[in-house]
């Protein structure tokens, strides 16, 4: 006899969803002449899944102080950043100081 059970599973959309929380660590200040570490490991809130996607924004934090070669490290910065792969965030990221 092949016997089949009915399972009811019930999906409450009011329910309270756990958001993940993306924490990125580094140093306060970048120095030219140094690699800069940045760390994502201590993210919280994935319930044990795996990142799908990472997005990057580099930006000044004074625009008026722009010229030719911040611009240029800021591209190659978000350069680097952007062919990042997501497994890269499960140890830290160490960006060349050449970039910066």
């Not at 399972?7 to 929380?21: C, F, G, H, M």
């Not at 809130?45 to 990142?51: A, I």
Request: hydrophobic residues 40%.
């Amino acid at each position: 006899t092949n016997v089949t059970g009915a399972v009811t599973i019930t999906l409450d959309p009011n329910a309270d969803v756990v958001t993940a929380v993306p924490v990125l660590t580094g140093p306060q200040t970048a120095f030219k002449c140094r690699n800069l570490t940045l760390d994502a490991s201590q993210s919280y809130n994935s319930g044990g899944r795996p990142w799908t996607t990472v997005g990057w924004l580099v930006s000044l934090v004074n625009p008026e102080q722009s010229t030719p070669e911040i611009d240029a490290s800021v591209a190659g910065l978000e350069s680097f950043l952007s062919v990042l792969d997501v497994q890269d965030l499960q140890q830290p990221i160490i960006i060349p100081s050449t970039l910066l």
